[in-house]
């Protein structure tokens, strides 16, 4: 996020950080433009239970579908993410999106009618997620009606009758706190006039029921691009590189385009099996993918999994590239010698602190590390994410399926920065198939 300035272009510059904020909190695209009936059709693969009773549906049975409808789009949609806290009630709010120049937090979306929405209207909620702005103002673009925006209005419906059926919570709203001139809402509003749009180019090809299906998940539902396309200077995607992956602060959103996804081993039936699970032949899920897997990807019917694998690698997928790994003996810049002195160091000190859980050539333990060989984070062209991991360690995760990570520890502390350069350079060049390009210096900015 970028820091406090006096000038416009400054104040716009945050404004793009704002929206990056809820960017933390999902997964996935963007897609074409908002036409209400593409986006009624791209929603109907939803199939109620069916009735026992022949007929036209009663008035009954037509409520209860929509609550139903209505409870699978909010998790599909990651509402909890940022509506409900560790040990809060649900949709009370209090999630805490902090920034260097102030801090968010998520809104009180109960039925509450002091401090939640029990006053909204369904127009209202529509409103809100379509164009950013509630009963009581405008809303900053920490709520992502950026992508909710392309939402069919029947979807938003289901979704407002079914929080209107949770328990309400009286639990009050807490300010932003942002310092001046970031606390003044109305200049959202230039920022929604220049750069609000419906659509992105989609960085995939296809024309199929489940393409379509999965660019209304992964779009409107899922709002991936509000972490994974990169930001202009005002905070606006931009429309030439969708889903082409984007700095989030700490941790690296990657590239997931067809072209980026392939070229790091990934498969239709691999994504699936990460968005249904967290865990696949390429890595388990971490940091704010772990969130959305465990608070939604992981309900996702298996029709909707197929479709968003669909959409994100296209009709007619690229074969995924293979893995070609370097030995210690290879030349990464041209020294050989001085190279393999370089992965010679670096698998020493993998087999120090590595490979006890990871295993001695990679091949890791189930339920306690995932393999080495050919992980996604290894195979990521920058090699952010995997020093921000060395660094800071994961903590232990459950996933869906009653599996189970335990903790990695950070070896900041532990190793030096060239260290730390040795043991990634290793991973990269020879589990990942990637240049051994990480510097000291690399490693001591991230600290």
């Known amino acids: 996020m970028t820091r406090r300035c006096s000038n416009q272009t400054a104040m716009l510059r945050a404004l793009r950080d704002i929206t990056l904020a809820v960017g933390t909190a999902a997964l996935v695209a963007c897609g074409g433009g ?5 986006a009624r059709a791209a929603s109907a693969p939803w199939v109620a239970p069916a009735s026992a009773a022949s007929g036209p549906a009663s008035p009954q049975s037509t409520a209860t579908d929509q609550l139903a409808r209505g409870r699978y789009l909010v998790k599909a949609a990651d509402c909890a993410a940022c509506h409900t806290t560790e040990d809060g009630a649900p949709f009370a709010g209090g999630v805490k999106l902090a920034s260097p120049f102030g801090t968010f937090y998520g809104t009180n979306i109960t039925p509450d009618k002091e401090h939640g929405i029990g006053k909204w209207s369904a127009a209202d909620f529509y409103k809100a997620l379509h164009d950013g702005v509630a009963p009581d103002g405008q809303l900053y673009p920490a709520m992502p009606y950026t992508s909710y925006r392309q939402l069919s209005r029947a979807d938003t419906d289901a979704m407002y009758a079914w929080l209107m059926t949770q328990k309400p919570a009286a639990v009050a709203n807490r300010e932003a706190e942002l310092s001046f ?20 180019p989609d960085a ?19 709002h991936c691009a509000e972490c994974h396309t990169p930001r202009g200077q005002f ?8 889903l082409a992956g984007d700095a989030l602060g700490r941790v690296s959103a990657p590239d997931i385009t067809p072209h980026g996804l392939v070229a790091r081993g990934w498969t239709a039936a691999d994504l699936q099996t990460f968005f249904a699970t967290g865990i696949a032949p390429q890595g388990s899920a971490f940091s704010e993918m772990y969130e959305v897997v465990h608070l939604s990807s992981q309900y996702l019917s298996r029709d909707d999994l197929r479709a968003m694998a669909t959409y994100l690698l296209g009709d007619e997928p690229i074969a995924s590239v293979p893995l070609q790994s370097a030995s210690v003996n290879a030349s990464v810049d041209g020294d050989a010698s001085a190279d393999a002195a370089q992965l010679a160091a670096g698998r020493n000190l993998y087999l120090g602190v590595c490979a006890g859980c990871h295993g001695r050539d990679g091949e890791g333990k189930p339920h306690v590390a995932v393999p080495m060989s050919g992980n996604s984070t290894l195979r990521q062209n920058n090699p952010h994410n995997l020093i921000v991991t060395m660094l800071d360690g994961v903590v232990a995760q459950d996933f869906p399926g009653h599996e189970r990570m335990q903790d990695m520890p950070g070896f900041g502390a532990q190793l030096s920065d060239a260290e730390l350069a040795q043991l990634g350079n290793y991973l990269r060049a020879t589990l990942g198939g990637q240049p051994a390009d990480i510097t000291p210096q690399a490693v001591k900015a991230l600290r």
Do not use: I
Request: glycine residues 8%.
């Open 34 to 38: 908002h036409d209400d009936s593409a």
């Open 235 to 242: 905070g606006q995607l931009v429309n030439a590189q969708p």
């Open 181 to 200: 001139p970031f606390s003044l809402r109305f200049a959202v509003r230039f920022w929604d006039m220049l750069f609000l749009k419906d659509t992105l």
């Open 204 to 222: 995939s090809k296809g024309t199929s029921a489940d393409w379509n299906r999965g660019r209304y998940l992964a779009n409107a539902l899922g």
